[in-house]
């Protein structure tokens, strides 16, 4: 599968984005889908994901940091994913990646458990 990101830019503290993950293939539903992100100098971290570890179906799971304001979403008739980021901090800017994989462990904020991977796209929220 081929991943490409968009939707990032320039947003002030409490202001909003939606970013958008656009998959190639005919099999997306079966693939868990999610957002990590990198700052400068920092390593990649989990941001949100759609995981069926639970054998329960797709269930969505965020970091601490994005609780609460981040919200992701799939649409598998379009393959999409997306990240709607609201009360953005300036602690969120970073390239945000989207990544797909098609394990269903527990593992879901792993990115070294994801093998395929999106451009990235930067968010930088100012102060």
């Known amino acids: 599968v081929q991943l490409q990101a968009s939707g990032g830019g320039l947003v002030q503290a409490g202001g909003s984005l939606r970013l958008l993950c656009a998959a190639s293939g005919r099999t997306f539903s079966s693939y868990e889908m999610g957002w990590f992100r990198q700052a400068p100098g920092k390593e990649r971290e989990f941001v949100a994901a759609?995981?069926?570890?639970?054998?329960?179906?797709?269930?969505?799971y965020y970091a601490d940091a994005v609780k609460g304001r981040f919200t992701i979403s799939r649409d598998n008739a379009k393959n999409t994913v997306s990240l709607q980021m609201n009360s953005l901090k300036p602690e969120d800017t970073a390239v945000y990646y989207c990544?797909?994989?098609?394990?269903?462990?527990?593992?879901?904020?792993?990115?070294?458990?994801?093998?395929?991977w999106g451009q990235g796209t930067q968010v930088t929220v100012s102060s």
């Open positions: 990544a797909a994989r098609t394990s269903y462990y527990r593992d879901y904020d792993d990115p070294l458990k994801y093998r395929y």
């Open positions: 759609f995981s069926r570890w639970s054998g329960t179906g797709d269930s969505t």
